[in-house]
């Protein structure tokens, strides 16, 4: 068994050394296919166009940043206040939209490469430019601090790009959350102008069934032969003549009769007359100034500044050279033992190891 084993690993050893031989008595192949790759990857690093990135960070806004837009939805209104972590939600929703990035692309990246690449199909120009766009958490606490990274072959264009796209998103996610809020104070004055028009209706009804009651009491009066109003003795208001009313009515006497009459077909309008009216009309005139109003807020943050990249993160000139290196000595070594057993297959040994001990 011990026999049997160490013929084994004598030979693996020999195996080995046999490789070595063969890759080292043609060195020379492994050292040029190391130095070509090697050029090739020099001129790959510094022939390619670089790629420079800037990223922008970003956070949530403040209570005081969407103040303004919380104008008006205090406890005692029907409109809810927004909260920040609401608006920041929009925000980065919109941030990460397909219909935010294709805008920007159409009204910024498309204009600027479109000279050089007409005859590129603008599908592929899209996907070039959404895979140089990354929006990723730049923390793991929840919805807090984001970061928008661009990539471009200028540094300016990179740091002007990241820097217009979150904007053009912050403005738009702006005029959203405000065009909502006037949306809703509108839909609730409408509601209170439509119960104030019912109101006025109701009330004009009101005063067209006082009308006819007043003319039937006029008639019996004048037929009764009653001008005067009656008066009865006795205490409480139910003696007096103010209490008569329904079929009673005609006991106010016919001149009160005729005066409260053309009083009310003179009568232009019924609104102080009609409950609760005065209250709608101010809550109405309250939502409409609402909707009107111009809702200056930021919808973010900016938290630190957008540099100008000063080095490429691509291409990786030192490492593209050494993997070159390395790839190069590989495919020589392959090359070479190839050489080898292609040699040792014709039975023409090319070396052997006592010839390399010597």
Not at 194 to 219: F, H, M, N, P, Y
């Amino acid at each position: 068994m011990q026999n049997s084993n160490s013929t084994v690993n004598s030979s693996v050893e020999l195996d080995l050394v046999e490789i070595f031989v063969a890759v080292w008595s043609r060195k020379w192949l492994v050292v040029a296919a190391a130095l070509g790759c090697g050029l090739l990857a020099t001129a790959y690093a510094f022939l390619s166009a670089p790629v420079y990135e800037s990223k922008y960070y970003i956070s949530p806004p403040t209570v005081n940043d969407i103040a303004n837009l919380n104008f008006g939805r205090a406890d005692r209104s029907d409109l809810k206040p927004f909260s920040v972590d609401q608006v920041y939600k929009v925000f980065l929703n919109n941030l990460q939209s397909d219909s935010q990035r294709r805008a920007f692309f159409e009204s910024n990246y498309l204009p600027s490469v479109l000279p050089d690449s007409v005859d590129v199909p603008h599908g592929a120009l899209y996907e070039s430019f959404s895979r140089d766009m990354t929006i990723v958490k730049a923390d793991n606490g929840g919805e807090g601090r984001w970061s928008v990274s661009l990539k471009s072959s200028t540094p300016e264009r990179a740091m002007e790009w990241v820097d217009l796209y979150v904007r053009q998103v912050g403005d738009s996610t702006a005029r959203e959350l405000a065009q909502n809020a006037k949306k809703e104070a509108l839909v609730l004055g409408r509601n209170i102008q439509l119960e104030i028009e019912t109101l006025r209706e109701s009330g004009r009804r009101v005063r067209q069934d006082d009308i006819s009651k007043i003319r039937e009491a006029l008639a019996i009066a004048k037929s009764s032969g009653l001008e005067e109003t009656v008066v009865f003795a006795g205490s409480g208001t139910d003696k007096l003549a103010g209490g008569m009313f329904e079929e009673n009515t005609y006991m106010r006497g016919s001149k009160a009769l005729e005066a409260e009459l053309k009083n009310l077909e003179a009568r232009e309008s019924d609104d102080p007359f009609t409950p609760g009216l005065r209250k709608l009309q101010k809550d109405a005139n309250f939502y409409q100034q609402l909707a009107a109003e111009k809702f200056d807020i930021a919808v973010y943050r900016h938290d630190g500044v957008v540099d100008l990249p000063l080095s490429p993160i691509k291409p990786k000139k030192v490492l593209i050279i050494f993997l070159g290196l390395i790839i190069g000595g590989l495919l020589g070594s392959a090359f070479a033992l190839l050489w080898h057993f292609l040699l040792k297959r014709r039975g023409g040994s090319s070396e052997s190891v006592a010839g390399f001990r010597g």
